[in-house]
């Protein structure tokens, strides 16, 4: 199995779109790299973790599920480098490769002595992209295979004849 450590701000911070919404507002930033993430996972299958420092939210530490994601917020006086350390060498054996995005060098470093792979938030970045190029072509090549009615009918009565077709009423 494999699952991708993400330092959420450290990313933010290193996309140009989650930069320009961070300046707005913050919330949206994380929530528009949580969908990200969400993408990735069901494309590439890793588990994937997101791990978000708690001097920008107060309160005690908190850890949630969106859309199969996991999210963190460490606790009030723990990054997110240091749980991503923890979580690395927990999470590590031999059925688990760990992969952590982040681009801080030390931590990078710091991981990969505890056997796991890094990926730069640049690289990640590239890799997202690719990931929505190819889902945007697959759609466009189911759409393209739709198969056609030479009867014109609107797409409620569409609708209707496929849940017809499937035995749903």
């Known amino acids: ?80 480098d240091e749980r991503i350390e923890k979580l690395a060498i927990s999470l590590n054996n031999r059925k688990t490769q760990v992969h952590v995005a982040t681009s801080d060098y030390t931590e990078q470093w710091a991981i990969f002595g505890q056997g796991a792979l890094r990926k730069s938030s640049r690289e990640l970045l590239n890799e997202m992209n690719s990931i929505e190029n190819r889902i945007e072509k697959k759609v466009k090549k189911i759409q393209a295979n739709k198969p056609f009615s030479k009867l014109p009918i609107s797409e409620e009565m569409a609708e209707i004849f496929e849940k017809w077709r499937r035995g749903q009423q």
Do not use: C
């Not at 790299?33 to 791990?51: C, D, N, P, T």
């Open 1 to 80: 199995m494999d699952i991708l450590l993400v330092d959420g701000y450290n990313v933010i911070g290193a996309w140009p779109e989650l930069r320009e919404l961070k300046k707005k507002d913050l919330s949206s930033a994380r929530d528009r790299l949580i969908e990200k993430m969400a993408e990735y996972q069901g494309y590439s299958g890793y588990r994937v973790i997101v791990v978000f420092d708690a001097h920008f939210v107060k309160g005690t530490e908190k850890k949630y599920k969106d859309s199969k994601v996991e999210v963190i917020f460490t606790r009030t006086n723990e990054t997110a």
